[in-house]
């Protein structure tokens, strides 16, 4: 089966902090992203990267960056958490999408409180 | 705006009734994929269709790809409690996925 791995389910930062949420993935896939996940506005995408060391923008980019140094490893990291950054964040990875519709497998994702 | 608009958002019925969750958009998707995610969990595929028009079925789940690729709609017959959960279609373009909001569904016994 495939895991898509995360490393902190419930974390709890102080407003300035800085956060770092990682993710693995055993599956050898191209694809890895990051979403976050809030009532009322479904699954937004932060970044996601298709190759080692390459990344592209999401739709929600501001306030965060990423890292992909190795390809089953993908970090989200938040440079100066803010109160309006409490979410949860959902790991996902995938092969590389095709017009048969390749699944995206999802990480149970991690609850971060900005205090 | 959001890029694929799901209706209803909430939905509670009975044991035993039918419904229908609507995912619709102005942009086409190369496919359309269904989630189902429980609570403190990741959502899991349900089911992905590529061709418009396709129909796809899944016991008591029907899904169907508009003929334009632009729209999907779930189908779900006799529910049961058991189908509680929250829905997301998500539509690919390129290599993103892009979501719905969800619709919470609750299945009273």
């Known amino acids: 089966d495939v895991k898509v791995t995360q490393s902190s389910r419930y974390l709890v930062k102080r407003t300035g902090e800085k956060v770092f949420l990682e993710c693995v993935q055993d599956?050898?896939?191209?694809?890895m992203f990051w979403y976050r996940q809030d009532p009322g506005l479904g699954l937004r995408l932060i970044y996601f990267s298709y190759d080692v060391k390459m990344k592209e923008k999401g739709d929600i980019p501001e306030g965060y960056s990423v890292s992909r140094e190795k390809k089953e490893r993908f970090s989200l990291i938040l440079e100066s958490a803010s109160t309006n950054q409490t979410s949860m964040y959902l790991c996902?990875?995938?092969?590389?999408?095709?017009?048969?519709?390749?699944?995206?497998?999802f990480g149970e994702g991690s609850w971060l409180t900005v205090v | 705006t959001q890029l694929l608009e799901q209706s209803p958002q909430f939905l509670s019925i009975q044991e035993g009734e039918n419904l229908t969750v609507y995912c619709n958009s102005s942009?086409?998707?190369?496919?359309l994929q269904w989630y189902r995610q429980e609570p403190g969990e990741g959502p899991v595929l349900l089911v992905t269709?590529?061709?418009?028009?396709e129909v796809k079925k899944l016991k008591r789940l029907t899904f169907q790809f508009g003929d334009a690729r632009k729209d999907s709609s779930l189908h779900i017959t006799a529910a049961q409690p058991g189908d509680t959960g929250l829905y997301l279609c998500a539509g690919a373009q390129g290599q993103k996925l892009v979501f719905g909001q969800g619709t919470r569904l609750t299945i009273n016994p």
């Open positions: 269709v590529v061709t418009g028009g």
């Open positions: 599956m050898d896939h191209e694809n």
């Open positions: 996902a990875s995938s092969w590389i999408l095709g017009t048969t519709g390749n699944t995206i497998y």
């Open positions: 942009s086409v998707f190369s496919s």
